[in-house]
């Protein structure tokens, strides 16, 4: 069974920063294009960042030049640097991995992330 476990969520303080990670299991990691995304209170999830298996990453508007997306496929994991953060940016995170062909796609539990003073 794939496992995706999200790590590195907690609360900061806004304009600190925090790094999330996902550790994948049972896939082969390098075929997959993986993403983060969120969910806040009241709130359809939403794409945060996504990076594919060739290593092109795209960014929500809100977070470009706060947040960066990075893989390292050696160790099955993607990441989140978030910097900058702020108020808005306060959700359960997941991460996600999606296998083109055949289609799969698979979640994580998520990982809380509040951004408070």
């Known amino acids: 069974q794939v496992q995706l476990v999200e790590s590195g969520g907690g609360l900061v303080q806004p304009w600190g920063s925090l790094r999330l990670s996902c550790a994948a299991s049972?896939?082969?990691?390098?075929?997959?294009?993986m993403g983060w995304y969120r969910q806040a209170p009241g709130k359809q999830r939403e794409l945060v960042a996504a990076?594919?298996?060739?290593?092109?990453?795209n960014y929500a508007e809100s977070v470009k030049g706060r947040f960066t997306i990075s893989r390292d496929n050696g160790k099955n994991t993607v990441y989140l640097q978030m910097n900058r953060l702020e108020a808005e940016d306060t959700a359960v995170y997941y991460c996600?991995?999606?296998?083109?062909?055949?289609?799969?796609?698979?979640w994580g539990q998520g990982t809380q992330v509040t951004v408070s003073s």
């Open positions: 996600n991995a999606v296998l083109r062909f055949p289609r799969a796609t698979h």
């Open positions: 049972r896939i082969i990691f390098g075929l997959y294009d």
């Open positions: 990076i594919t298996s060739g290593g092109s990453s």
